[in-house]
């Protein structure tokens, strides 16, 4: 009797070229993270195959979660950050009609201009400051209360509360304080992989609520319409409380990834008791508290960018620059990619690359 066949992807993972071989960087740990010292973005999009190299760079982005440029892009125009964000998408399979995220309170008179004094429905501007303003109406906004923060709310992966949330995010930091503000990626896969296969079974029947109120509330407050579409039909009007798989699978690699657990943008697990959603998310904290070594922490300085994909990372900045001089400034670009789903014939990263279980 022969061997049954295994399950076959709903999509094929893509195979990574060498056209960025050439590129010198340092792997930031073992598990997530690459940082490339000294290239320059400025000489891939000059490049004569540059659609090769911004295809591997996905791929790469993919199958390490986030990669750094030190080195000052102060060459690389916005326009330029834009079409770099957008094709990172379209070389690895996002969905033709999908295009670059715009923030719902893009209409906003507090969101403020770039450095420029120009606005772009595609750049999300960073500043300390002046997201106090945009999300005045945030119930229990991080910071508020009288108590210390707690910082597990702060992970996120861009756009959640939208039915097609973002696939990769590109950020540049135009100024920053000589300390704090930092920024931790953790990943996704390698969480995913601690997990016990009992609890994996679990975790993966699981879908989580992802309702942002407070664009709503903005926009009511302010007397201005909410930003519709938003890089997807899919994504419009007043529709920000999708419901995401706790586990998705990562289109481009076919690895599996704890996505929607945890974090700034989710209600509650559907489906489960109140005290079970708590106990749930809880659970998925603990996992990325007690494994520090599937995080990879940026320390920016000026000029320096950060490319991740959405899909198998969580990021969380950290809130401690007003403990010194200087205000934390950049510009985000992100694309928008398919709507998430669990392929059941994918497996975690660790099976993938025949790699021991932990």
Sequence with gaps: MGSIPAPKLMREPLEKGKSIDHLEYVDSTPIIGREYTTAKLKDMLQAPNADEQLRDLAITICERGVVFFRAPQDDLSVEEQKYITDMLGKLTGRPRENGLHVHPLYNDPNNIPMADGTTDKNIYVINTEAQKKLYATMKNRPGSGTEPRDLGREWHSDSLFENCPSDFSFLRMQSTPPSGGDTLWVSGYE???????????????????????????????????????????????????????????HPVTGWKSLFAGVGLHVTRIDGVHAYEDQMIRDYVLRLITRNHDCVARMHWTRGACAIWSNVCTLHAATPDTHLVEGNRTGVRASGIGEKPYLDPASTGRREALGMPPF
């Design 191 to 249: 969480i995913f992989d601690r997990v016990s296969p009992p609890f994996r079974r679990f975790l993966e029947t699981l879908t989580a609520t992802c309702a942002q109120p407070v664009f709503k509330s903005a926009c009511e407050a302010g007397g201005y319409e909410v930003t519709s579409p938003r890089g997807s039909p899919l994504n419009v009007g007043y529709e920000f409380a999708p419901s995401h798989p706790v586990v998705r699978t």
